[in-house]
């Protein structure tokens, strides 16, 4: 942060460790967007000082593509198991971690595709900015990953 660096491989990391659900991680979805957007604060900022104006990653718009995973986990809890979402999220942070948008692009086609829906605009719309892609797809990760247990007192 004191560098102005992003903050893409923490949450990758966070992510990573969220979905394979390690014990003795207490880390929640909720933390996760917090620190998407801290980055995505990062990120207008830098833009903002180069002079980039037609970029600019909204929090409303984090949110919506959060949602948006969370219904396609509830899709496919509701079609087949809850276990294919795990993977999709897998092989979803990796394609983000090696900046292959292609292919994040083709597994969420495919996801919707599946369960008969239609891909949001916010991805297709941003495929031509990255680094705002990439604060999407890993929001959209983050809906996907969340987990129904609720904590008992």
């Not at 394979?20 to 917090?34: L, P």
């Amino acid at each position: 942060i004191f560098n102005n660096t992003e903050l893409s491989d923490l949450i990758y990391l966070l992510e990573r460790l969220k979905a394979s659900q390690v014990q003795g991680v207490y880390c929640t979805t909720g933390g996760i967007m917090h620190v998407i957007e801290l980055n995505a604060a990062i990120l207008n900022t830098l833009w903002k000082k180069q002079g980039v104006k037609e970029m600019k990653i909204d929090d409303e718009t984090l949110r919506k593509a959060r949602g948006y995973g969370m219904r396609i986990r509830e899709g496919f809890k509701a079609k087949t198991n809850a276990k294919k979402s795990q993977s999709l999220a897998y092989k979803m942070l990796e394609a983000l971690r090696t900046n292959d948008l292609n292919h994040f692009m083709e597994l969420m086609l495919t996801a919707y595709l599946y369960l008969g829906q239609i891909v949001p605009s916010i991805f297709v719309n941003e495929q031509s900015k990255p680094d705002a892609f990439k604060q999407y797809g890993y929001a959209f990760i983050a809906g996907l990953i969340m987990n129904d247990q609720k904590k008992e007192n």
